[in-house]
């Protein structure tokens, strides 16, 4: 009887989560004929791929994905670049610096966007950067920072303080105790938090918004948003296929990572 | 072994020279931190300050310092009070509810039931989505004529374009969306609770229910406040899924403080207006915080 409510409610849960996924796969394998129907039907009476062709030829998806790319690709190397110094400043040298700095990855946490957005937009324009992508992937770093460098500091903590004071005592100096002792171990790490940049820039929608007026350097998330026109129900199709395109680099980094999110990577992060 | 070979060494070599050393080489690692400065809190400053001037988007507009005259503004503007109101609405029924329901799924999932799998995995998927995707994705379910939400609860009903129905079909969508992150990290506390606790417990003769309510959720406490925290000042910041989902309409029903903070910015271009509103939301959410973040100092000491 238990077991029975059990049950029950896990499948409540499992229709919750499903259905709209279902939903989308459903719109995206349907003809514009059938989509044009009143009466909509969960499964596809005549199941089509076309909407996928018709999403890379109506919109500019194929040129807004190389563009989400190429910008999630710069900020990603440039975060890990500027933020991997300053983890491994931070996570071995107990000072009252340490503290603030902790404070403030929090804190960033707190303030909205809006408060970045705005000053980062007046000097973009100042630099004549608004519309262009370095300007899109130099705002994607500022935005990652604070939570990469508090990814990184976790990771270079893991590894322990006396492997590279062992290596200093066997007479290499710290700079050759850095490249072969701790740079093997930070590399799962540093991986980790490139896959963590590159989703955060790919999937990201406000900043774009704001710094890419210009549809001609639209990335893939503004595209999309833009893609149903006054045409309406006839398009659905195509948006669900191109849609399900655009998950796809985000949902493999999580097939990567689930193992670790599942076994409490993020209760780590929370605790600190 | 190793930690007992290391610790007297370390003990011996004492305190004070470690110290010396270590300010030395903070000090070579200093420019580390000067490019996070620049980039990460170069711009918050910035756009703090940005909040006690009258900046307007034109480029050669002349700026001001107006002191506290913009949260003048703020305090008398009907429109703010109403998207703040919309906004606390949101955050608090999206974090308690996506809380409640989170905690449901943890505890099933925690147990030894088939399908735990799958539906492990089914609850990482909306993690994994843009929320550009989320927001598309169900405006097709909510579509008043293609959608499939009208088609099983044979209803007519425009759900993102209805005055009283828009924010409760956008928060369902709000709970829909934060519900990995809360589940993942609720099942790993729940997972840290000592097996040996619930057994003593049990022989002591205590329920399943009463297990739950002086064990469990006493162990899980700490793991509980982080996360409804955090996710509360997510869904107080959001802006993507929203505006994605209905712009704020019909007529601001569903308009978030961040959305009429960008349409104040970047659509009327009142800079300085905008930042004070963001300083306005970051002080309520930092009043709502201060004891979280009080412990998270602590422990991270």
Redesign the interface.
């Known amino acids: 009887m238990r077991t029975a409510l059990k049950y029950l409610a896990l499948l409540g849960y499992i229709v919750f989560l499903a259905f709209p996924l279902v939903w989308l796969l459903s719109t995206a394998l349907k003809t514009p004929q059938e989509m044009a129907n009143l009466d909509p039907t969960w499964i596809p009476r005549r199941p089509t791929l076309a909407n996928f062709a018709d999403a890379f030829g109506e919109q500019d998806i194929v040129g807004s994905a190389a563009r989400s790319l190429a910008v999630a690709l710069a900020s990603a190397v440039i975060t890990v670049v500027v933020a991997l110094p300053a983890a491994y400043a931070l996570a071995r040298f107990r000072s009252a610096l340490n503290k603030v700095a902790i404070g403030w990855v929090l804190v960033s946490q707190v303030f909205p966007v809006i408060l970045i957005i705005i000053p980062l937009f007046m000097v973009l324009r100042r630099l004549e950067l608004v519309n262009t992508l370095p300007g899109l992937a130099l705002v994607h770093v500022t935005f990652t920072l604070p939570f990469a460098l508090w990814m990184l500091q976790g990771y270079v903590r893991a590894v322990p303080r006396e492997l590279e004071e062992a290596a200093s005592v066997d007479g290499a100096g710290r700079l050759r105790a850095l490249a072969s002792v701790v740079a093997p171990l930070l590399v799962p790490g540093v991986v980790a938090t490139l896959l963590f940049a590159f989703i955060s820039s790919w999937n990201e929608f406000l900043f774009a918004l704001v710094v890419l007026k210009d549809p001609e350097v639209a990335t893939l998330p503004l595209t999309l948003v833009k893609f149903t026109g006054p045409e309406g129900v006839v398009r659905l199709g195509p948006l669900a296929a191109a849609s399900l395109l655009a998950t796809i680099p985000s949902l493999a980094f999580f097939a990567v990572i689930q193992r670790r999110l599942r076994s409490g990577l993020m209760a780590g992060a929370v605790k600190g | 072994m190793?930690l007992t070979d290391?610790r007297p060494a370390r003990a011996g070599r004492g305190p004070a020279p470690n110290r010396a050393r270590?300010?030395d080489?903070?000090m070579l690692?200093?420019?580390?931190?000067i490019?996070?400065l620049v980039?990460?809190?170069g711009?918050?400053v910035?756009?703090?300050m940005?909040?006690f001037t009258d900046?307007r988007s034109g480029?050669n507009t002349e700026t001001s310092f107006v002191g506290l005259a913009n949260f003048g503004d703020l305090l008398t503007d009907v429109d703010f009070w109403e998207s703040f109101r919309i906004g606390m609405i949101w955050a608090v029924s999206v974090t308690v509810l996506q809380f409640l329901?989170s905690l449901?799924?943890a505890l099933?999932l925690d147990?030894d039931?088939?399908?735990?799998g799958?539906?492990?995995?089914?609850?990482?998927?909306?993690?994994?989505?843009?929320?550009?995707?989320i927001?598309?994705?169900?405006r097709?379910?909510y579509?008043p004529?293609?959608?499939?939400l009208n088609?099983v609860l044979g209803t007519d009903v425009d759900w993102l374009n209805d005055f009283s129905v828009a924010l409760p079909a956008v928060i369902l969508v709000g709970i829909?969306m934060g519900?990995p992150?809360t589940t993942?990290?609720l099942?790993?506390?729940l997972?840290?609770v000592p097996k040996e606790l619930h057994e003593a417990a049990g022989v002591d003769g205590a329920g399943v229910w009463r297990r739950f309510w002086n064990v469990t959720l006493p162990q899980l406490r700490?793991?509980i406040v982080?996360?409804t925290s955090?996710d509360f000042?997510w869904n107080?910041?959001q802006?993507?899924l929203v505006?994605?989902l209905t712009q704020g309409g019909p007529g601001g029903r569903t308009r978030l403080?961040?959305l009429f903070?960008?349409e104040e910015?970047?659509r009327y271009g009142f800079?300085g207006y905008?930042?004070t509103?963001?300083?306005a939301?970051?002080i309520v959410?930092?009043a709502v915080?201060g004891v979280y973040?009080w412990r998270?100092?602590r422990?991270?000491?």
Request: proline letters at 7%; aromatic letters at 10%; charged letters at 5%.
């Open positions: 190793t290391v270590n300010r080489t903070f690692m200093l420019p580390a931190l490019p996070v980039l990460s809190v711009p918050l910035y756009g703090i940005l909040a900046a480029r329901a449901g799924l099933l147990q039931l088939r399908l735990r799958f539906a492990r995995v089914l609850a990482l998927v909306p993690w994994a989505m843009p929320p550009v995707v927001g598309l994705m169900w097709l379910v579509h004529d293609a959608g499939i088609a829909w519900m992150q993942v990290v099942l790993a506390g997972q840290n700490p793991v982080a996360i955090l000042v107080i910041n802006f993507s505006y994605v403080p961040m903070a960008y910015a970047f800079f905008a930042a509103l963001g300083v939301i970051t959410v930092l915080l973040l998270q100092m422990e991270a000491d």
